[in-house]
């Protein structure tokens, strides 16, 4: 049985940090493409970042680019979302994500087999 199990949202203020991690089992986590997805109230997922297997890739949302930092530790099949700098729109709940197939994080949540269920992150001022 996979299992993707996100931790680390919470409340912050404007300017502040946040690190996110996604706990993976039950599947072949060094085969996998892993992404970050949020969603807002009402809208659809967003990309925001994903990662290669082997971490030799990474690409991110332009919203994020410079801000936000995806990483791996593949001994331990957890996948990290380091975030800096939050602003009151990176609101919402993120949802990591695992593809088995691409040679490339893709930006679209449709390939994607596995998802977690998600972390709330609130920006305040």
């Known amino acids: 049985q996979v299992q993707l199990v996100e931790s680390g949202g919470g409340l912050v203020q404007a300017g502040g940090s946040l690190r996110l991690s996604c706990a993976a089992s039950?599947?072949?986590?060094?085969?996998?493409?892993m992404a970050w997805f949020r969603q807002a109230p009402g809208k659809e997922r967003v990309f925001v970042a994903g990662i290669t297997p082997n971490a030799d890739r990474t690409r991110y949302s332009d919203s994020v680019k410079g801000r936000f930092t995806v990483s791996r530790d593949n001994a331990k099949n957890t996948v990290y979302l380091q975030m800096n700098s939050l602003k009151l729109e990176d609101t919402g709940v993120y949802l990591c994500?695992?593809?088995?197939?691409?040679?490339?994080?893709?930006?679209?949540?449709?390939?994607?087999?596995?998802w977690g269920q998600g972390t709330q992150v609130t920006v305040s001022w």
């Open positions: 994500a695992g593809d088995p197939r691409r040679s490339w994080a893709s930006m679209y949540d449709t390939s994607y087999d596995y």
């Open positions: 039950g599947l072949a986590f060094l085969s996998y493409n």
